[in-house]
């Protein structure tokens, strides 16, 4: 009788281990790439990159203890689509993310939903709305369990946490398909802190943040804004969803719309521009990764994140300005 137990024993953990590698390995869960998908293609400019390492070499100084390692900028001039220009600083300097994220969320779910592997609700297309245009976390938290099949609650005895892990980790497998380095993209956002097996993912140390990099970020929305990501479709509706007037006022503004790099559109008096954007915004940290068009032609995709000033508005506004500036006729 004993030998037998062990041996059912043996079979249930055999048939478990099985279990957890269909799930690992069977394409059914993952977010894959489409199989037409070419990244943006990006020229290095020694021009624009003194254009971006001269605004931030401006605008240090003009604010009380702002640091040079506080900030990160990429700028992508998207102007002529047969020579697209990129220039950065500190673009490749992994940073928290804050609610920019949610713009990476948002490129997976649409992929999941043009691959069939997820069918859109009214409660999801609610949750993907209010992600993006109102920034919630609750959404986000939602949108995070649908996209990997996890959810939070307490934490997990070894094996379970494994596959759990596993996948909450598709983000990252499918952004690194696509050539998306130096970046972690798995964790929920939250207005507090993380609990139970959320605290577990971090290793209960803070480690396993979400890292995201200018680059990254400037990379992505102005993918988007190329009809490059999922397929032209899902990348206009996504357009759609980021869209922000930064000249509205009253009940009608959006904090991401005027508070961050649409607010030196303001600042400048620049009549006619169009904006597109994902900000994030904590008690340390304050970016905006954004495209915009202007009345001239421009077209710019730009990521700005600020570490340490999280209540100063004017500084991504004004590195804006400052590029804006030194673009202008060139």
Known sequence: MKACFRSVCVIALLLS??????????SEIEILKPKTYSPIKLSDSADLKAIVDGAVKDVLPRFKDLRSEQVAMTVIDMTNPTNIRQADYRGEERIYPASVVKMFY?????????????????????????????????????????????ASGGELPEDEFKLWS???????????????????????????????????FRNYKGENRNMITTNA?????????????????RS??????????????????NSQATNFVGKAFLNEKIDGAKLWSKAGWTNTTRHDAAYFELADGRK?????????????????PTLVSKV???LKGK
């Open 217 to 233: 970020a400037a990379r992505l929305i102005a993918e988007i804004a190329a009809g490059r990501t999922v397929n032209s479709t």
């Open 17 to 26: 281990l099985m279990t957890v590698a269909e799930a690992q390995t069977s």
């Open 300 to 316: 710019i995709a730009i990521s700005i994140f600020t570490v340490g000033h999280a209540n100063e508005k004017e500084i991504i």
């Open 236 to 253: 206009q509706i996504m357009m759609d969803l980021m869209k922000r007037d930064p000249y509205a006022t009253g009940k009608e503004a």
């Open 166 to 200: 596993y996948r909450r980790n598709r983000m990252n497998r499918y952004f690194s398909s696509m050539g998306y380095t130096n970046i972690n993209v798995n964790q929920k956002t939250h207005c507090e802190d993380a609990y139970g097996v959320e605290q577990q």
């Open 324 to 326: 804006l500036e030194q």
């Open 106 to 150: 948002m490129v997976t779910l649409h992929q999941q939903l043009e691959d069939g592997k997820i069918r859109m609700t009214k409660e999801l297309e609610r949750g993907l709305k209010d992600m993006i245009v109102d920034s919630s976390n609750e959404a986000t938290q939602y949108i995070v369990d649908v996209l990997t099949q996890t």
